[in-house]
């Protein structure tokens, strides 16, 4: 998201706009690497997210991880009213994003969102993932379950769809006709060389977010992040100023990619967590279309 990284614009401010910057195979290929540390980080979360885990145990593996690989983590430092501490948000239950680590300890039937991000090599990939902690009623199951459809939404209509608002809406529609509800304060964002980038990308339309729909075309990069509430979609921000919770108390979940049109019009994940490390190449061999001035 950005989820620290503000990933979570608030998409209707005023803003300085610069144009959406196309990435080539060979940047789409340096961000892949990033995306696979990212990958890798969530991995450790996994393993760590057992009832009676503190979150900031969790939070000090992964800033170890970045650290090994000389990899930034971008949250860490955020600027806000106060700077983000840590590297990782990890957000419980009725939190949806932004969630700061602490000595939280996890327990059974919890739903943990953990949102990390980082930079390697001059270049950024962001990813979140829903965590079932023990064993989780089915209901909360089920919230994740729909969730992760929504982004599978992305994945698969993203090569089919001219314009984002094609797809925000079948994200949307999907959500809600599962009796559940789309977060609006928060959305998406364009990355690469910097986390947050244009364009804007929201989980859901309406007239606004129509005036400002884009294209999908070849060398786009998106960090996509649904954000899915059992109850109401409103959320408040709590005073430590970054974790924002729902207003009803209800669970909520979020999951995030960032993915890439390729050349030929197919799909990158690029925090995918398949391939390796070393001696990655992309897979996308054609030469990226100059832009239209």
Not at 94 to 102: D, N, T
Not at 123 to 133: E, K, L, N, S, Y
Not at 143 to 149: I, P
């Amino acid at each position: 998201m950005w989820h620290v990284a503000r990933a979570l614009l608030n998409m209707l401010q005023p803003s300085n706009y610069r144009p959406t910057e196309l990435k080539s195979v060979r940047e789409l290929g340096l961000m892949r690497e990033s995306g696979i540390l990212v990958a890798r980080a969530l991995k450790i979360c996994r393993d760590l997210a057992k009832p009676g885990t503190r979150t900031i145990e969790i939070d000090r593996a992964v800033e170890a991880f970045y650290a090994s690989h000389q990899a930034t983590p971008l949250f860490k430092g955020y600027p806000g009213r106060v700077p983000f501490p840590a590297s990782t948000c990890l957000s419980v239950n009725e939190q949806v994003v932004h969630g700061i680590p602490g000595d939280r300890v996890l327990k059974d039937g919890d739903l943990l969102k953990v949102d990390t991000a980082c930079k390697f090599n001059g270049w950024c990939a962001d990813r979140a993932i829903t965590i079932p902690v023990g064993t989780v009623r089915p209901e909360r199951l089920r919230l994740v379950k729909v969730a992760e459809e929504t982004l599978q939404i992305v994945i698969d209509e993203l090569p089919r769809r001219k314009w984002w608002s094609e797809i925000a809406s079948l994200m949307q529609k999907h959500v809600e006709s599962s009796g559940f509800s789309v977060v609006t304060q928060y959305v998406g964002h364009g990355i690469g060389r910097s986390m947050h980038e244009n364009p804007q990308v929201p989980n859901f339309v309406n007239r606004e977010t129509r005036k400002n729909d884009f294209k999908l075309v070849p060398g786009l990069v998106l960090a996509v992040e649904p954000m899915v509430n059992m109850g109401r979609e409103e959320v408040k921000t709590l005073h430590d100023h970054w974790t924002v919770v729902t207003k009803d108390g209800m669970p909520s979940v979020h999951v995030e990619h960032t993915l890439a049109i390729g050349p030929d019009g197919k799909v990158v994940v690029v925090t995918s967590d398949d391939g390796a490390f070393d001696g990655w190449t992309s897979p996308v061999a054609a030469p990226m279309p100059t832009p239209a001035a």
